[in-house]
């Protein structure tokens, strides 16, 4: 990794400036006197140069006080977050000096060149200057190829730093450029030695036909040797033609074997690289049973791409090992057309460009976006060309395993569904906490004059219980929306776990065998200790289900571990998902019957459930779901149906030096008295919550006074004396409450507040800029309301 902070620029001080000043009138005044001769003008010349040292200590004297200077860039830090990645990275200051570069900068371009001075062409290099230009202006910009040697690389352009005055360059190798790179490395190594024990000459050479890399035979055959250096080389000048067309190595004159030669293209554009193979002619005939020499079938067979040989009547003759695993194909019973790898809507297409190539009516390859029929869901490119010298071969089909790239996808595009449907069922659990106030509050209220030997109390209870149970469940849409309250400390999940196992020993019953194991050495977590219990049990359950499921009789383990995770495993879950870090894991698994394939996308989702009807409500993961993201998490769900499942949870580490909180903390002293006296201010627009929330605040001693928004609330402060309190709600139309409760702190600067709202206190204090502020979540009791009134004023 190189370093090159910018040279340090040093300011003259005054009198420096004056000496430098007077010397330069001195010298001046010489020269006048020996050319004009004049000593009144020589004098001159030195009173100017006073009169310039003068003025440059005055500016200096003068000039008002900078503020403080922007903060060292840390070197280290930036070298060490650059060797991180996988691309090739250097910095560039405002003067255009390389000030740092990482490792695969230099090996990348064989040095430390300044960008964009990197040693490409002419036409590269005024393309990266038009865009270092333009990242200047526009903070960023991007060139999509330029070659470096033998490789393409794409290269972004950011502007950075605290004064915006650095340019970050980004290399980053295409996949193509990768591909090739790797099949010219496995061409001079293992690959091209196989190749060359099975007499096959082949090279990777650029549309000009200069060599990139070949194979031990075909570099002994050309040049004399199997370490001759045929990098950079036409290799034209290596082939002689005689009067009958046939090609022959010019080393070896007309009396050497004949060659058949076989181009296949790397890839659908001009300047990408082509594979080129060599067979002697006079064993090119010796055919086997599939219709292709044992030559082509083990060219085929060592390429690292998926190859496939298709002859004229549009019939599979060869598919190699990486074919065979993009396609899915089983290799007891091989398909016999192309046609028959993809979905019946796109057979057709495939066998018309089979078809079309055979016939020799194309003259490029061309690719196709298809569906496997295993993976209907996942398009995939399948690349077509005509083959010639390959003997019964008319077709050669390309297909590119991306497997891997396809699971990234889905994984972010499950995520984006995920944010989607959280935010929907953070909207609907805050209209339906309105709705709950209204419902629990008359119930108070009525309760209040119904005794329990009455017949309706009965009914009253009722009716507050259900309601009880419709506000857990809003509680269990806003986990997973993440708009929960939470109270997070720093903790250590050993600590959490201890806490419930008790509890999971009664929920699992004596036919489960729990087993706790636990890390050394665990970086502590910021999270709510309550909610981790509650994921932890949620877990618990339903492994507990699962393995009852598949073990009616009792029998099964359920495994809880506390470990720290390590980079390689976090690097495996991909950067896209879960940003590279320290973290803690937790790990819960059991010995169940495992979820299907099909179903473990969806399992996140709320009321998502393969219970019975009545049995679950489908929000016990999407609970876990959502306290692990709202705690800054991520949870992964692997599983083998039949072999049980596991569920992986990863909280970043706090490293702060912010102590780790006791198991138990202690209970909050709740007020002796609810009734208060003054006067309350109430503010929400919503009418059946004012309705009910005036009554009980009136009911405990207060003077209400209510409005249904921000500005008849204004209103009423300016008309009345100062309320003792402010209740408002914080989401209403206009004018939302912190703009008006700002407002009316401008007035009366220590009146105490107290919001109401549905969504999570966490989130809201981060957008109130008020002190002396207190939260009661909907839906409330009359009781809760009249405690944190009474809580409020008594800490005013």
């Known amino acids: 990794m190189a370093t090159l902070p910018p040279p340090e620029l040093h300011r003259l001080t005054p009198r420096g400036a004056l000496a430098v000043a007077l010397g330069a009138g001195m010298i001046a005044a010489l020269l006048v006197l020996w050319l004009v001769g004049d000593a009144v003008v020589a004098l001159g010349f030195v009173a100017a140069a006073i009169v310039l040292g003068g003025g440059v200590i005055a500016h200096h004297l003068l000039a008002p006080v900078a503020g403080p200077a922007p903060a060292e860039i840390d070197w280290h830090l930036v070298r060490a977050l650059a060797e991180e990645s996988g691309d090739a990275i250097a910095i560039t200051d405002r003067a255009g000096r390389l000030v740092c570069a990482n490792d695969r900068y230099e090996t990348l371009f064989d040095g430390l060149p300044t960008p964009p001075a990197l040693p490409i062409d002419e036409a590269g290099v005024g393309a990266l200057s038009d865009i270092g230009r333009a990242a200047w202006r526009d903070g960023r910009a991007r060139l999509d190829r330029i070659d470096v040697g033998t490789r393409s690389v794409a290269i972004e352009v950011v502007r950075t730093g605290q004064q915006q005055d650095l340019l970050l360059w980004r290399a980053a190798s295409t996949v193509e450029a990768d591909d090739s790179r790797a099949l010219a490395a496995a061409l001079s190594g293992p690959l091209g030695r196989r190749l060359a024990e099975a007499g096959i000459m082949a090279a990777l050479m650029t549309p000009e036909g200069r060599v990139l890399a070949a194979d031990p035979v075909l ?204 935010q929907l069922a953070g909207g609907v659990a805050h209209d339906f906490n309105n709705i709950l106030t209204a419902i629990i509050g008359h119930c108070d209220l009525m309760l209040m004059r119904h005794s329990p030997g009455d017949s309706d109390y009965d009914d009253i209870q009722q009716i507050r219980n259900n309601s009880n149970r419709a506000a857990g469940l809003t509680r269990q849409l806003l986990a997973f929306s993440r708009q929960q309250t939470l109270r997070p400390q720093v903790l250590q999940l050993p600590d959490v776990v201890s806490e419930v196992s008790n509890l999971l020993k009664r929920l699992l019953g004596e036919t489960v065998t729990l087993e706790v194991r636990h890390g050394r050495d665990l970086g502590p977590v910021r999270a709510d200790p309550g909610q981790l219990e509650q994921v932890v049990v949620n877990l618990a359950v339903n492994a507990r289900d699962a393995m009852l499921a598949k073990h009616p009789h009792g029998g099964g383990k359920l495994t809880i571990q506390t470990r720290s995770a390590t980079i390689a495993e976090v690097r495996r879950r991909g950067p896209d998902i879960m940003p590279a870090g320290d973290y803690t894991a937790l790990e819960i698994s059991d010995t169940g019957s495992g979820i299907p394939p099909d179903i473990l996308p969806k399992i996140f989702e709320p009321f998502f459930t393969t219970k019975e009807v009545g049995k679950g409500t489908g929000l016990g993961l999407s609970t876990v779901y959502g306290i692990v993201k709202q705690s800054g998490g991520y949870i992964f769900a692997d599983s083998k149906p039949g072999q049980g499942a596991s569920f992986t949870i990863y909280l970043p580490v706090h490293a702060r030096g912010e102590p780790i909180a006791p198991r138990k903390s202690a209970a909050k002293p709740k007020p002796a008295e609810m009734w208060g006296t003054g006067t309350v201010l109430l503010v929400e627009d919503e009418d059946m919550v004012r309705a009910v929330a005036e009554r009980a605040l009136t009911r405990q001693g207060y003077t209400v006074l209510t409005a249904e928004n921000g500005e008849v609330a204004l209103e009423l402060i300016a008309e009345h004396p100062r309320p003792d309190l402010l209740v408002s709600d914080v989401v209403m139309p206009a004018m939302d409450g912190p703009t008006m409760a700002r407002h009316v702190r ?42 944190a009134a009474r809580e409020a004023l008594s800490a005013q």
Do not use: W
């Open 219 to 422: 570099r002994t055959r050309a040049a004399g040797r199997a370490d001759a250096a045929l990098l950079g080389q036409d290799f034209a000048r290596c082939l002689i033609t005689d009067s009958r067309g046939l090609i022959r190595f010019e080393r070896e004159g007309l009396d050497g074997n004949p060659l058949r030669l076989v181009q296949v293209p790397f890839a659908d554009r001009p300047d990408a690289p082509i594979l080129v193979a060599l067979l002697d002619e006079e064993e090119a005939p010796r055919a086997i049973a599939g219709g292709t020499t044992d030559h082509i079938r083990t060219l085929v067979q060592m390429m690292p791409l998926g190859i496939a040989l298709v002859d004229r009547d549009g019939r599979f003759l060869e598919m190699n090992d990486a074919f065979l695993r993009a396609a899915s194909v089983d290799k007891a019973a091989p398909p016999l057309y192309p046609g028959d790898l993809v979905m019946r809507e796109d057979k057709a297409a495939v066998a018309d460009a089979v078809r079309r190539f055979a016939g020799g009516g194309a003259a490029h390859a061309a690719d196709m976006a298809v569906r496997l029929r295993d993976h209907p869901d996942e398009p995939v490119v399948l690349s077509i060309a005509g083959a010639r010298g390959l003997g019964e071969a008319a077709v050669v089909l390309s297909l590119k395993d991306n497997s891997e790239e396809s699971r990234l996808k889905r994984e972010v595009a499950q995520a984006t569904k995920m944010q989607a449907v959280g």
């Open 746 to 787: 401008a007035r009366y600067p220590d009146l105490p507040i107290l919001f109401m709202s549905g969504y999570a206190e966490e989130q809201l204090r981060k957008s109130i800029d008020l002190d002396n502020v207190a939260f009661i979540p909907k839906p409330f009791s009359v009781q809760q309301l009249a405690a």
